[in-house]
């Protein structure tokens, strides 16, 4: 079963709100009718060692899903999902996916009410993000991004729930 890779981008402006989108429901997506942060899946000619192509990703989907478009974002962390054995509610799928997560504190543009792909992107208060109805595993991405430092991380499930024990993070 081939990798799939991602990027994500966590928009948090200078009164502590994140930028968060609530996925429309479908098949095809592991984040389907949930909260996650601005991103989506990189294409053929983004992968490999251009890593311009995966801050272009992030861009792109950022501005597609939400309006704003992200200044000076900055690579933070590399976050492998490992889904064996994990089960989602509408995603059949459930290949392994290596998501980039970018960080950004600046952005231009105004935000729209419904993103391309039927998002709906709002600001949430930073402390309000564990209330919000997510995939297992994203919260720990929050708190991997949340120390500053740059992170590489693997996050698994046992079933629908987080696997603990094998859930894991470097700092660099």
């Not at 966590?10 to 601005?38: A, F, H, I, Q, W």
């Not at 890593?51 to 992200?70: D, K, N, S, V, Y």
Request: hydrophobic share 35%; with cysteine.
């Amino acid at each position: 079963m081939a990798m799939m890779y991602g990027v994500y981008s966590y928009l948090r402006r200078s009164d502590d709100l994140v930028l968060m989108v609530r996925k429309p429901e479908k098949e095809s997506d592991p984040n389907s009718g949930l909260c996650t942060l601005p991103g989506g899946k990189i294409e053929k000619g983004e992968k490999g060692l251009n890593p311009r192509g995966r801050l272009e990703r992030a861009i792109l989907e950022t501005r597609q899903e939400t309006g704003l478009i992200l200044l000076n974002p900055q690579l933070r962390g590399i976050v492998l999902f490992d889904n064996e054995g994990r089960i989602f509610d509408n995603w059949k799928s459930s290949k392994d996916y290596m998501v980039y997560t970018f960080v950004a504190n600046e952005y231009a543009g105004d935000l729209l009410k419904e993103g391309g792909g039927g998002e709906t992107p709002f600001w949430v208060p930073e402390p309000e993000i564990p209330n919000l109805p997510k995939n297992a595993g994203d919260v720990k991405i929050y708190e991997w991004i949340k120390t500053g430092r740059f992170f590489m991380g693997v996050i698994r499930h046992k079933g629908k729930e987080l696997d603990e024990e094998n859930t894991f993070e470097n700092y660099f």
